[in-house]
């Protein structure tokens, strides 16, 4: 789903996540380069709001309260991508501030055993981002980012769910 709502939000969220890479040391998870935050966005002015909207969405889809206890900002420069990896989240996000074209898809690999070897079979699945673009997903769902092969940055908020 596309959050239009933020749009006026957006130069706001990239403003704080790239004046936090100026000051902190990337943060090591799934990502090969680029930048990613500490955890704690929620924590931060701007976000406060945007954390209380994530949460209402996502309480909403998943039918019990949920709450979100951890939000980083990624920032992936040319040639940076994310390994595959899973989240700790029962429900996990994404969110899109900045796609230029050619950043990379978001691929989300089938969990089947050997699907190939069945008549019917879902291969993995990749998400074109936009730019305000919100994208959930089960937080066991193994997924990675492809290259960015753009000479701009691909700037996102990712975040993890959990039952209050």
Request: with cysteine; net charge negative; glycine share 6%.
């Amino acid at each position: 789903m596309v959050l239009n709502n933020e749009r006026h939000h957006i130069l706001d969220y990239k403003e704080v996540i790239k004046d936090i890479e100026s000051k902190e040391p990337s943060m090591k998870r799934s990502n090969s380069g680029g930048y990613q935050t500490v955890d704690n966005l929620y924590e931060i002015g701007v976000f406060k709001e945007f954390k209380s909207s994530l949460e209402n969405i996502g309480s909403h889809i998943c039918q019990t309260p949920v709450k979100i206890e951890s939000m980083w900002g990624n920032i992936n420069y040319t040639h940076h991508c994310n390994y595959k990896h899973v989240h700790d989240g029962e429900l996990s996000g994404c969110f899109y501030l900045q796609v230029p074209e050619q950043s990379g898809n978001l691929v989300f690999v089938t969990p089947a055993v050997r699907s190939e070897s069945r008549m019917f079979f879902q291969k993995n699945v990749s998400i074109t981002p936009v730019n305000m673009l919100l994208v959930l997903f089960p937080g066991w769902l193994e997924h990675y980012v492809e290259t960015n092969m753009s000479t701009e940055a691909r700037i996102s908020i990712s975040f993890n769910f959990y039952r209050k």
